[in-house]
């Protein structure tokens, strides 16, 4: 493979590297659902994005991305999480974070519930509780922080993308919500 540069350094595939990869291997992803919680540890809130999807359409989505070589789940998270919701988002991650899920993309559709038309991705799932100031950020369009009722409301997870609605419902029967 050619030489792995970025801004950030190393641990990044040029675009035609990454392609290559993506046909022969499945790629570590985080899928991220910050909440907010009260005092007693309760989730009061949901946070959703809403992202324009590949083929142009605008959807909702979850925090996520690409673990990068060399680079611990805890980073990964903190940094899509950066990425995502801004840097005063204040993600409370435990020191060893534990996924409530495991979610397998396929580019074939029907596999299984969740859909990535570029690639076979096995992704973590969590749940992150976020304390701090968050506003959209990078090619993210809004951040709609929903009651655990409406992020259960079909209209809402019609809108979500890959399957992704998929993820919420087992992140808030995880939670007991």
Known sequence: MTEMTTATGAGWLSRDDMDAARERLPILYVDVLPVRVDVHGTVTAVG???????????????????????????????????????????????????????????????????????????????????????????DALELAWLSPLEARDPAVLAELMNGQSTLVLQALSHLGV
């Open 48 to 138: 959703l994005l809403l992202r324009a999807g590949e083929d142009g359409q605008i959807k909702r989505a979850l925090v996520s991305g690409r673990v990068l070589y060399h680079e611990r789940i805890r980073a990964a998270l903190l940094r899509h999480i950066e990425k995502d919701l801004g840097p005063l988002a204040l993600p409370r991650i435990p020191p060893a974070p534990q996924p409530f899920t495991i979610a397998e993309y396929f580019p074939t559709p029907g596999v299984t519930p969740f859909h990535d038309s570029r690639q076979h991705a096995v992704s973590l799932a969590y749940v992150v509780p976020v304390e701090g100031d968050s506003a959209p950020q990078q």
